[in-house]
T-cell receptor, first 118, second 115 residues
């Protein structure tokens, strides 16, 4: 079975500080993408950052960056200069690609509830 | 451009009743997914449509769940008869078939409560 473990159910961080959310996953697929999604309170889930598993370079998107360790199957998210609007539930989600590269389905962890405090 | 929409936002029903959830994907998105989050657990995949065809329905919990996507546009997910363990948040997501980065766009979810 393919699984995702987010070991931190809840975290809090002071505004302007840096926080890292951890994620490990287990997939037998060789071809996949990795995503972090966030779901703010009472709002829908949106993409934070994506990483192609075949790329060694870690993805960066403004204040968000990842530390992707493929051999260890680890995919952590770092949020720099945390803002109040970063308060949300964060989900790590691998997306295995089917034969031929077509999309499979996302596999989610239980999520980490991040609170940014003023 | 409108995002993925879901109706209703909340539904409270009695055990044994029937409920139908609806998802309208982003226009032009041929991939449509249903996921479910039961309280305290992971979001789980239910099924995947490509246009009107079921690409993968391996996540459907049992035959009380029926999903359709007639005409390849909106989709419905019917639960009949509903059981207590069906309570949770049902998410729909869509994406284009031809897409470089494979991002799925999510709807706001339907919170289903079975009493």
């Amino acid at each position: 079975a393919q699984t995702v473990t987010q070991s931190q159910p809840e975290m809090s961080v002071q505004e302007a500080e840096t926080v890292t959310l951890s994620c490990t996953y287990d997939t037998s697929e060789n071809n996949y993408y990795l995503f972090w999604y966030k779901q703010p309170p009472s709002r829908q889930m949106i993409l934070v950052i994506r990483q192609e598993a075949y790329k060694q370079q870690n993805a960066t998107e403004n204040r968000f960056s990842v530390n992707f360790q493929k051999a260890a199957k680890s995919f952590s998210l770092k949020i720099s200069d945390s803002q109040l609007g970063d308060t949300a539930m964060y989900f790590c989600a691998p997306l295995p690609l089917n034969y031929g590269g077509s999309q499979g389905n996302l596999i989610f962890g239980k999520g980490t509830k991040l609170s940014v405090k003023p | 451009e409108a995002g993925v929409t879901q109706f209703p936002s909340h539904s409270v029903i009695e055990k044994g009743q029937t409920v139908t959830l609806r998802c309208d994907p982003i226009s032009g998105h041929d991939n449509l997914y249903w996921y479910r989050r039961v309280m305290g657990k992971e979001i789980k995949f239910l099924l995947h449509f490509v246009k009107e065809s079921k690409q993968d329905e391996s996540g459907m919990p049992n035959n009380r769940f029926l999903a359709e996507r007639t005409g390849g546009t909106y989709s419905t997910l019917k639960v009949q008869p509903a059981e207590l363990e069906d309570s949770g948040v049902y998410f729909c997501a869509s994406s284009p078939v031809e897409q470089t980065y494979n991002e799925q766009f999510f709807g706001p979810g339907t919170r289903l409560t079975v009493l």
